[in-house]
């Protein structure tokens, strides 16, 4: 069949046919932009696919692309392995019909309100003990309308648990911090209260020991010196507290001394209160100071009654041993570490009110209180005790549960105030003599002078080391024995002992401190000190520490 050119038709005039050649190269370019969007199209359409695929295949995440029905368009290995199920039985299948409802329910929840929103949405999701953190996208077609989902979920798990271990060590970092800088403020105040009772307490002695037995002063001055000596009791406790009260380590079995406890508990409890005791007999023996566990055992039975308050209820007090192996997960004040050895434990359960978290943490804090008449270290003190004893503290309580105290107390106690043997010196003369007196606080120097003085001795006093140095080097011959204190600003105890033994070595010397008698002995062990008394002290315990080493 021959083609009829343009050319040809004879019958068109030229205008025509310049119009139909325009039309025809119109066409011609139309099919060539047509031609070009095409090839455009496609391949965005293979860019598409490509970002897609490379999206659902992202390392370490599951990434599925939904339907706005839910219906699963595509997904990446990662996903199909979390799922269950191979990815090519997975696309076309519900995404909904792969949980639980309530699961499903909240998965369709989401979904829906990224459809409806256009906005994404982000969220944490925990299943079978793995934690997610899921990111949902909205995909949009040509006219904008969301049409689909994109869902990418990264396993998080290891994550949040090295976030949970950090946070925990940062805790036990503060709660030790917290701990210390309480301990070093509880032993400083009760270091420098001390030196005030010293002060108090002679001079109201001294008072007593000038005035006729029916004069009307002596009442007054005999409560002056009652509550000075309550206020020492509260110094005992704060040292207590800090770790640096004294521990007179002696053998003891724990059940022996709660069993001798019991009609002090039944009286130190509310009426309706039923105590029962279950105390091992066979527990091994503890090197404790005897009045500080009694102490402990009243105030946690006492904390236990309160609690239970006007109800009725019980209170457990149990003795026992047990042994914690390395891998022994417990929580325990002051730390938070699994505990590893032998202990014998103290054991006291209420059935009172229990304690919430918030509040367990504070409960050690000094002076904290539930109570609106509480008073005093309470638990702090307690905790201070336990410490002493190189022992730890095992809280479990919940609200309305009840709470249990448990105190773990090693078999073998390492800290043994007495272990130390004194040396033994020579003979001196029993009484008389001169006593040199070096202590930085005014009031103390001042009333253990009297002290002296009224004991018939000559004293001779120094405010300070390097001028306590001095004036013993001029009247070495004349001293029979120095009263020393452990803690001044210029120099402290450990520093004027080495000179005092370097200018006579065998002057007797009595430490002093507000401190207690084992923060001496550790250090001063091996500098051959011969004695000690705790601040604050009266005339007849000074003058009869003071004549033990002059006789030794």
């Known amino acids: 069949m021959a083609v009829k050119s343009i050319a040809d038709d004879s019958s068109k005039t030229k205008d025509e046919l310049v119009g139909e050649i325009g039309e025809l190269r119109c066409r011609v370019r139309d099919l060539e932009l047509a031609e070009s969007e095409c090839r455009r199209a496609e391949l965005a359409l293979r860019q598409s696919k490509e970002t897609i695929r490379a999206l659902l295949n992202a390392p370490m995440d599951s990434s599925i692309l939904l339907a706005k029905d839910g219906t699963i368009l595509a997904l990446n290995d990662i996903a199909a392995e979390r799922l269950g199920k191979p990815a090519d039985e997975l696309v076309g299948a519900s995404v909904y019909a792969l949980f639980p409802p309530a699961l499903a329910e909240s998965r369709r929840a989401r979904i829906e309100e990224v459809v409806r929103s256009g906005a994404p949405v982000r969220y944490e999701d925990e299943r079978e003990e793995r934690c997610f953190d899921s990111h949902l996208y909205p995909v949009s077609d040509a006219d904008g309308k969301v049409n689909a989902v994109a869902i990418f979920a990264r396993d998080v798990t290891e994550r949040k648990k090295a976030d949970q271990e950090r946070r925990s060590l ?156 390395p891998d022994h997960d417990v929580r325990a004040y002051p730390i938070d570490e699994p505990l590893e050895g032998a202990y014998v434990f103290l054991e006291v359960r209420d059935t009172g009110c229990g304690i919430d978290e918030d509040t367990k943490a504070k409960i050690f804090d000094p002076f904290f209180t539930t109570k609106a008449s509480g008073r005093g270290l309470g638990l702090a003190a307690a905790l201070g005790i336990v410490r002493g004893h190189e022992g730890f503290f095992i809280v479990d309580s919940e609200p309305g549960k009840g709470t249990t105290f448990k105190v773990l107390l090693p078999c073998g106690h390492k800290r043994d105030a007495r272990a130390e043997p004194e040396r033994k010196l020579e003979r001196g003369r029993m009484g008389g003599g001169t006593v040199l007196v070096i202590d930085d606080e005014e009031p103390v120097r001042t009333v253990t002078g009297q002290m002296l003085e009224r004991a018939g001795f000559a004293v001779l006093t120094a405010e300070g080391g390097r001028e306590g140095i001095r004036t013993f080097r001029e009247h070495a011959a004349d001293v029979a024995a120095v009263l020393l204190d452990m803690t001044m600003p210029d120099m402290n105890g450990e520093e004027v002992l080495l000179e005092l033994r370097r200018a006579r070595p065998d002057v007797r010397v009595i430490l002093t401190s507000g401190y207690d008698e084992h923060d001496v002995s550790a250090r001063f062990a091996r500098k051959d000190s011969a004695g000690f008394i705790h601040k604050p002290y009266s005339p007849a315990k000074l003058v009869k520490k003071l004549r033990e080493l002059l006789d030794t």
């Open 170 to 325: 940062e805790g036990q970092v503060l709660h030790s911090q917290k701990l210390e800088s309480l301990s070093v403020l509880a032993g400083g105040i009760a270091h420098d209260f001390n030196n005030l009772l010293t002060g108090i307490l002679g001079h109201a002695s001294l008072a007593l020991m000038d005035l006729p037995q029916k004069s009307p002063l002596r009442k007054g001055i005999s409560l002056i010196e009652k509550y000075a000596e309550r206020a020492a009791e509260l110094t005992r406790q704060m040292l207590a507290y800090s770790g640096r009260g004294s521990v007179d380590a002696q053998p003891l079995y724990l059940s022996r001394l709660v069993e001798g406890m019991v009609p002090l508990l039944k009286a130190a409890v509310p009426d309706k209160v039923v105590l029962d005791f279950q105390l091992a007999q066979n527990v091994p023996v503890i090197k404790a100071d005897y009045a500080q566990l009694r102490q402990l055992v009243l105030g946690l039975v006492t904390n236990a009654g309160e609690a239970i308050a006007d109800a009725e209820g019980t209170i457990t007090v149990s003795v026992g041993a047990m042994h914690l192996d």
